[in-house]
């Protein structure tokens, strides 16, 4: 997350409503109240945007518009940055026939299966896909991570195993160790074990793959391969131990950065200075120089003059040291 000061300007995607929805066009397009609400929404920034009544008015925009672009685009871009998925569910299942695409049909099979846990309608609408487009290799991983996750072990190999050299080839090692899993369900041993020896070549720090041949390793006979599968599960617990440490210092950064931006909209300057002398300490080197142009201007407003000073130019020392090491890491 970027740590600069709060700035309310209108993103990208955006400006994209915004244009399309000028005047004229399409008769079933937005009136010019619609227009409005749509800009005011767009207009919000971060959490000032993750509220019940924008989630309604939003809501009650594409209920009324459900097959303008425009709309949807608002929608889209309302409830997946703020990760209220039901909604965004059900923004692309209002999307008529007559306009929703392939690919947004890809897309709502993949918030059923990750998001809302809604498998059975991410194997529906997988099937459909795959039915369409027998080459879509997503479509296929969603239909086989589907059955996986409703324990049919048994029906993987109908999505995986024709087109199983493009799977391998494009490293889906998570499809993988759920094929291997179903080799071994069905007493396939030999093969759960090739398949478990080429995900872990192609992803050798991923918990998914260690976790899975680990377990299966230990339930074998063989000393040396129990000894291999107690291993791989150590492994796969310190990653995720460290996993979990980037994730909460990550989750830190951003609710300081939150509330430092918060009290620079309120002017509290020193609760500013507060805040960004904690996240001096906690952000990575790549953010230093950011964090130090902030430290100098909260300075400024707080008419400490030579820290300013100090603040700006060690943020431009900082920058230039980046600089320098990421042209030295550049083989000549």
């Not at 951003?254 to 909209?265: F, G, H, I, P, Q």
């Not at 002017?267 to 500013?272: S, T, Y």
Request: aromatic share 6%.
């Amino acid at each position: 997350m970027r740590l600069a000061l709060l700035i309310f300007s209108m993103t990208a995607g955006a400006a994209l409503l915004l244009a399309g929805c000028g005047l004229g066009g399409d008769p079933g397009a937005p009136n010019s109240a619609a227009r409005s609400k749509m800009q005011a929404v767009a207009a919000l920034q971060g959490d000032a945007r993750c509220t019940d009544q924008v989630f309604a008015d939003v809501r009650a925009l594409h209920e009324t518009y459900p097959a303008d672009d425009s709309v949807f685009m608002l929608a889209n871009e309302t409830f997946t940055t703020c990760q209220v998925w039901d909604e965004l569910a059900a923004s692309y299942e209002r999307r008529p026939e007559t306009v929703i695409t392939t690919a947004e049909r890809g897309q709502l099979s993949r918030i059923y299966l990750r998001h809302l846990s809604r498998f059975d309608d991410a194997l529906a609408l997988a099937e459909v896909l795959v039915a369409e487009h027998p080459e879509d290799l997503d479509a296929r991983s969603v239909a086989a991570s589907s059955l996986y996750y409703l324990d049919r072990l048994d029906e993987i190999d109908a999505y995986v195993d024709p087109q199983w050299e493009r799977f391998v080839e494009a490293g889906r090692t998570e499809i993988m160790v759920m094929r291997a899993e179903a080799a071994a369900a069905e007493g396939d041993d030999a093969r759960a074990r090739r398949i478990y020896d080429q995900a872990l070549e192609l992803a050798p720090n991923y918990p998914f793959v260690l976790n899975s041949f680990g377990r299966w390793l230990v339930r074998q006979d063989a000393e040396e391969d129990i000894a291999l599968g107690e291993r791989l599960l150590r492994r796969a617990e310190s990653i995720n131990t460290e996993q979990d440490r980037q994730v909460a210092e990550t989750t830190r950064i951003n609710n300081l950065s939150r509330e430092m931006n918060l009290a620079w909209v309120g002017q509290n300057f020193d609760e500013v200075l507060r805040l960004a002398l904690e996240l001096q300490k906690l952000v990575p080197p790549e953010q230093q120089p950011e964090i130090h142009r902030t430290l100098g201007t909260v300075y400024n407003q707080l008419g400490e003059a030579t820290q300013s000073r100090l603040a700006f130019e060690r943020a431009a020392e900082l920058e230039a040291e980046l600089a320098a090491n990421t042209q030295g890491g550049v083989a000549p």
